[in-house]
């Protein structure tokens, strides 16, 4: 039994998406909201595998998982932009791992695959705020400004819908999501498509964003800037995109999205290394028990709150 084992973001979906369409394979699909990274230990506990495909999630987070694996003699696909740790010599592993802050993994697939399908890279980066490396490769495609616009709002949709505390927060699950955009080998087609995942992920878009006109930062300063969110549906699900536009709007700075989670007592952290500075924003987020992620873009799944004010001091501190 094969299994795809994927983050439920953009670029987790569409890395298994260009993947399948150039090499489809009967799996077991394995993914969830983005924050949902350590899926090895799903596979592992199964007696069935054969061999798996692990997309978009930090080898780092799943090392001992796959360290079983790969003493069962599972045939391993790994291919992924996040902390990876020392990863394991073995002759069942097919590593394909770049930590470069302007590489995603639907871009290192789009290179395996010889741009078969670099439109759907396209939005891939687009959603994974790696607008300037997504500009390069449309305009190489010679795309319109209308067909780059679309891709652009492709990749953040699919993005946005990755993002809460479970799989209630979002408006489609992740596995779904990828089952039903298998249907649309050219992304353009579901702009033509009323009935595609498009429109619904747009709606619920644009009702959450409207709740963001009425945020004001916490902390705002030369060198940082920190947006504090409710403990809403809403605000789950628009927190990574959300911090991606801060991101956008002053490229200098560096970024963070606290959201307060249900328990009222710790919040859910979105942080985001200034753009024209796109480093340590994983070494910001490690020094809390619950942070990880990569260079350019990290989080914390529960900061106390006692602890936010040497957050957003460390946070400072670190890009002064």
């Known amino acids: 039994m094969h299994y795809d084992i994927f983050n439920g973001d953009a670029d987790g979906i569409i890395?298994?998406?260009?993947?399948?369409l150039a090499e489809p394979k009967q799996s077991t699909l394995i993914t969830g909201v983005k924050r949902d990274i350590k899926l090895l230990e799903q596979v592992v506990a199964k007696g069935n595998v054969t061999s798996v495909t692990v997309l978009d999630i930090s080898m780092e987070k799943n090392l001992p998982e796959l360290e079983r694996l790969l003493a069962q003699g599972v045939e391993v696909f790994y291919c992924d932009h996040h902390r990876s740790g020392e990863i394991p010599a073995a002759s069942n592993l097919e590593a394909l791992i770049n930590l470069d802050a302007e590489v995603c993994t639907s871009l290192l697939i789009n290179e395996k695959l010889n741009g078969q399908f670099v439109h759907w890279a396209i939005a891939a980066a687009f959603g994974d705020n790696l607008y300037a490396a997504a500009l390069v490769l449309a305009q190489q495609q010679n795309f319109t400004e209308t067909e780059i616009a679309f891709l652009k709002e492709l990749g953040t949709l699919i993005n946005y819908n990755g993002y809460g505390a479970s799989l209630f927060d979002l408006h489609i699950a992740p596995a779904e999501l990828y089952?039903?955009?298998m249907k649309y080998e050219n992304p353009f087609?579901?702009?033509e498509d009323q009935s595609s995942p498009y429109y619904l992920l747009k709606k619920g878009y644009e009702q959450d964003y409207k709740?963001?006109?009425a945020l004001t930062a916490i902390h705002d300063d030369d060198i940082s800037r920190v947006f504090e969110l409710p403990c809403e549906a809403w605000a789950r699900r628009i927190s990574g995109v959300f911090s991606n536009e801060l991101a956008n709007q002053q490229p200098d700075k560096a970024h963070a999205v606290l959201?307060?989670?249900a328990n009222q007592d710790d919040?859910?952290?979105?942080?985001?290394?200034p753009l024209n500075n796109r480093t340590g924003a994983d070494e910001v987020c490690t020094q809390f028990k619950t942070g990880g992620?990569?260079?350019a873009a990290a989080g914390i799944n529960a900061l106390a709150l006692e602890d936010k004010s040497r957050f957003i001091h460390i946070l400072s501190s670190h890009y002064m």
């Open 211 to 213: 709740n963001i006109a």
């Open 179 to 181: 089952t039903s955009l």
């Open 267 to 273: 919040y859910t952290v979105s942080v985001r290394a």
């Open 293 to 295: 992620g990569r260079k």
């Open 15 to 20: 890395a298994l998406l260009q993947l399948r």
């Open 189 to 191: 087609d579901l702009r």
């Open 259 to 261: 959201t307060l989670n």
